[in-house]
């Protein structure tokens, strides 16, 4: 082994490991990097000695490697702490009304709502419900202008049979007058009921689907009954 190769294998140790483990690996590394050097330089040829070029370019590889070990752990330090800001500020919404990105609506008594935004005209819409099986119960065709909408679905299937109340989801396919797709964002309200913390990003749980933190774009207090 030598020097080169100790430098490489500190190296190689922070790439996909975590800076306290890379840390270890370089403090390892470090220590044998300067014995083969103190080795080399005493039995050198001294009619053809090793470039001090080369000690210093050695040299500054393995600072590199330290400030990126360094510069991984200020990260890692700064993940965490997002991670317990999200977590927290996730806590404080159980129990509120919220708006967000997703698809997933609550149907009760003969109503689900949801609202939808298309980025341009979009003459060719389609809005199909789907049920929690995944199994598309009501098809509707609208004629969209750019901007936002409001689509209330009254529980019916295409045939007009009542469907029961539960969790459902809008897929909306838009298409300009020229066949091009428009992109699409569907929002849902609804009350937060459970809170996923095993992800940097939290997800809540509203009307019985998933929508991550990040997704909220607004919280109230639900309205009283």
Same mark, same amino acid.
């Given at each position: 082994?030598?020097?080169?190769?100790?430098?490489?294998?500190?190296?190689?140790?922070?790439?996909?490991?975590?800076?306290?483990?890379?840390?270890?690996?370089?403090?390892?590394?470090?220590?044998?990097?300067? *014995?083969?050097?103190?080795?080399?330089? =005493?039995?050198?040829?001294?009619?053809?000695? =090793?470039?001090?070029?080369?000690?210093?370019?050695?040299?500054?590889?393995?600072?590199?490697?330290?400030?990126?070990?360094?510069?991984?752990?200020?990260?890692?330090?700064?993940?965490?702490? #997002?991670?317990?800001?999200?977590?927290?500020?996730?806590?404080? =919404?159980?129990?509120?009304?919220?708006?967000?990105?997703?698809?997933?609506?609550?149907?009760?008594?003969?109503?689900?709502?949801?609202?939808?935004?298309?980025?341009?005209?979009?003459?060719?819409?389609?809005?199909?419900?789907?049920?929690?099986?995944?199994?598309?119960?009501?098809?509707?065709? =609208?004629?969209?202008?750019?901007?936002?909408?409001?689509?209330?679905?009254?529980?019916?299937?295409? *045939?007009?049979?009542?469907?029961?109340?539960?969790? #459902?989801?809008?897929?909306?396919?838009?298409?300009?007058?020229?066949?091009?797709?428009?992109?699409?964002?569907?929002?849902?309200?609804?009350?937060?009921?459970?809170?996923?913390?095993?992800?940097?990003?939290?997800?809540?749980?509203?009307?019985?689907?998933?929508?991550? #933190?990040?997704?909220?774009?607004?919280?109230?207090?639900?309205?009283?009954?």
């Amino acid at each position: 082994m030598d020097i080169a190769s100790a430098s490489a294998a500190v190296q190689a140790a922070t790439m996909g490991s975590k800076s306290s483990n890379a840390a270890a690996a370089l403090a390892g590394n470090f220590d044998t990097f300067l *014995k083969l050097l103190t080795t080399q330089l =005493m039995h050198q040829d001294p009619t053809n000695p =090793m470039s001090s070029d080369q000690f210093t370019q050695q040299l500054v590889q393995m600072s590199g490697v330290e400030q990126s070990i360094q510069t991984n752990r200020n990260l890692e330090t700064l993940i965490t702490a #997002y991670s317990i800001q999200n977590a927290n500020n996730a806590v404080s =919404m159980l129990g509120k009304s919220v708006t967000g990105s997703g698809t997933g609506a609550l149907l009760e008594n003969g109503q689900a709502k949801w609202s939808f935004a298309t980025a341009a005209d979009a003459p060719d819409t389609v809005l199909q419900v789907i049920n929690s099986d995944g199994a598309t119960v009501y098809t509707e065709k =609208m004629n969209t202008s750019k901007g936002s909408h409001q689509f209330t679905w009254d529980g019916k299937d295409s *045939k007009g049979n009542s469907l029961p109340d539960g969790t #459902y989801f809008l897929k909306v396919t838009a298409n300009a007058a020229n066949g091009n797709p428009v992109a699409v964002d569907t929002r849902t309200s609804g009350i937060v009921t459970a809170i996923d913390m095993s992800t940097t990003d939290p997800m809540l749980t509203v009307n019985g689907a998933q929508i991550r #933190y990040s997704q909220i774009i607004s919280v109230k207090q639900p309205e009283a009954a």
